[in-house]
């Protein structure tokens, strides 16, 4: 299973990314909105989708600003192109309104940062359904 992994804070992008590596997802990674969607398309061009995106909501827009929105703006885009994609938006404590916000708009669930093992149960879950 593939997953689109889009996060600005290199340390919590690389944790994330070695724990779904040894639980046997096949992961890219952005830093950014921008690196993410063109990540998304180019993986589509060549005939391997991801299944899954996780999404920071904080973190440089599709312009390179950094936004609070960021994540909700990659989100609508995605969806706009796989309507079916399971998208999680990751999140901070003090951005769980905001990331309800974020399933509301179509994300399936939403995960708080730093709990790496809940990660991937919760990815395993959402793709075996």
């Not at 989100?75 to 309104?97: F, H, Q, S």
């Amino acid at each position: 299973m593939r997953i689109l992994l889009v996060d600005d804070e290199p340390l919590v992008l690389r944790s994330m990314e070695k724990t779904l590596l040894r639980a046997g997802f096949d992961v890219e990674t952005a830093g950014d909105a921008g690196g993410g969607l063109a990540l998304f398309q180019a993986a589509r061009e060549n005939g391997q989708p991801f299944h899954i995106a996780i999404l920071d909501l904080n973190m440089p827009n599709l312009d390179g600003q950094t936004s609070p929105n960021a994540g909700l703006e990659l989100t609508g885009k995605l969806r706009e192109l796989d309507a079916d994609l399971p998208i999680v938006v990751l999140t901070a404590y003090d951005e769980v309104a905001r990331a309800k916000e974020a399933v509301a708009r179509g994300a399936r669930a939403y995960f708080v940062k730093g709990r790496e093992a809940g990660l991937v149960d919760l990815a395993k879950s959402i793709l075996t359904k």
